[in-house]
């Protein structure tokens, strides 16, 4: 794989309709349409949460952790069915999205990603900031996440983290 991939029509095209999957999958978690979020990946999939440290460092702790499509709907059944907390609308905005790489059938992508969160008692505030560290492949028309990483800078995450990122 290479850490850059070469500017043609064919490369510009593929990055405009990276950024138009990541608009959409941010549009669907700022209005609140997480059951739509499985749909965005491939039953082999891997979606992982992970503070930068625990990333350099190699270390397989992450904050949220999906091994496979089951496990990312079950992350939204969770969401929906069993944890309670104050509401609160949350805004996603990315940014520097770079093409790292073509390996076959696998798109790396880089971007970067800043989360703010507001709730009903309180100003908004900066909830996670990071970068993605992607694996895109093509499904009919359509790409699709084989690999969703999202890579914290935070030192820590103030309050709970319940939807994806």
Known sequence: MVNSVPRSAQTDALESDIRRLYD???????QDEVERFPSYF???????V???ENYVE??????????????VRDRVVALRETQVYVP????HFISGI???GIDG????????????????????????VGQYLDVLVR???ALKFKQRLAVFDNHHIRRSLIVPV
């Open 50 to 52: 992970v503070s930068r």
């Open 58 to 71: 190699g270390l397989p702790q992450a904050t949220i952790y999906c091994d496979g499509i089951n496990m």
């Open 24 to 30: 959409e999958v941010a549009d669907l978690l700022d």
């Open 98 to 100: 770079r093409i790292t």
């Open 105 to 128: 059938n696998d798109i790396h992508v880089r971007a970067n990603f800043l989360v703010t969160e507001a709730m009903s008692d309180a100003d908004p505030t900066v909830f996670l």
């Open 139 to 141: 499904e009919g028309d």
């Open 42 to 48: 491939i039953e082999d999939c891997v979606y992982q």
């Open 88 to 91: 609160r609308v949350w805004r």
